[in-house]
């Protein structure tokens, strides 16, 4: 069964630092990989999405990722943290091929920001 | 678009009174999502539909939790009787056919 792993529940990041959160996928087949954002009260925003191509995939609010088949990972970037990022960070994965019925999200990780 | 409509957004009622959440979705996506968000489970798929009708219902808790889509723009997730384990946040998106969903923002329900 599909799985969907990231590993650090909590990142606290200096703002201006840069970012990095991972996620690590378990699937059959390379699957469709996105990254979601979640503030407080609100719901998931997609920030971006990887369904094949460049391996480098750029994003909104400055955000990129890179998927790394032979890691089975999709680590989610950015060179700069402003405090506005505070959120919960959602990796996604989903049958390539497939719709949004496969989705398997990681637990999140909960990203603060401090001045 | 206005994206996704969810009501109401927040939702307190007492134990063994029914509870309906409500959906619109994007128009012209084709597939329609229910799900749970709870600190101690994460994000859980309940149930979707593909055109109207449901595919996977096995996220579904219990009998007490049910699911239509009566058309294309309004979805309904119904609880009855609500128990206070059901408190929780409950999202609906939707999609079509890229595999991207797009969600609402979510109704809080607090079962006292």
């Known amino acids: 069964a599909q799985s969907v792993t990231q590993p650090d529940i909590h990142i606290t990041v200096s703002e201006g630092a840069s970012l990095e959160l991972r996620c690590n996928y378990s699937y059959g087949a390379t699957p469709y990989l996105f990254w979601y954002v979640q503030s407080p009260g609100q719901g998931l925003q997609l920030l971006l999405k990887?369904?094949?191509?460049?391996?480098l995939v750029q994003g909104i609010k400055g955000f990129e990722a890179e998927f790394k088949r032979s890691q089975s990972s999709f680590n989610l970037r950015k060179p700069s943290v402003h405090w506005s990022d505070a959120a919960e960070y959602f990796c996604?994965?989903?049958?390539?091929?497939?719709?949004?019925?496969?989705?398997?999200f990681g637990k999140g990780t909960h990203l603060i920001i401090q001045p | 678009d206005a994206g996704v409509i969810q009501s109401p957004r927040h939702e307190v009622t007492e134990m063994g009174q029914e509870v309906t959440l409500r959906c619109k979705p994007i128009s012209g996506h084709n597939s329609l999502f229910w799900y749970r968000q709870t600190m101690m489970r994460g994000l859980e798929l309940l149930i979707y539909f593909n055109n109207n009708v449901p595919i996977d219902d096995s996220g579904m808790p219990e009998d007490r939790f049910s699911a239509k889509m009566p058309n294309a723009s309004f979805s309904t997730l119904k609880i009855q009787p609500s128990e206070p384990r059901d408190s929780a946040v409950y999202f609906c998106?939707?999609?079509?056919?890229?595999?991207?969903?797009?969600f609402g923002q979510g109704t809080r329900l607090t079962v006292v």
């Open positions: 998106a939707s999609s079509y056919r890229t595999g991207e969903a797009f």
């Open positions: 996604a994965v989903a049958p390539r091929g497939g719709g949004a019925d496969g989705l398997t």
């Open positions: 990887y369904f094949s191509g460049d391996t």
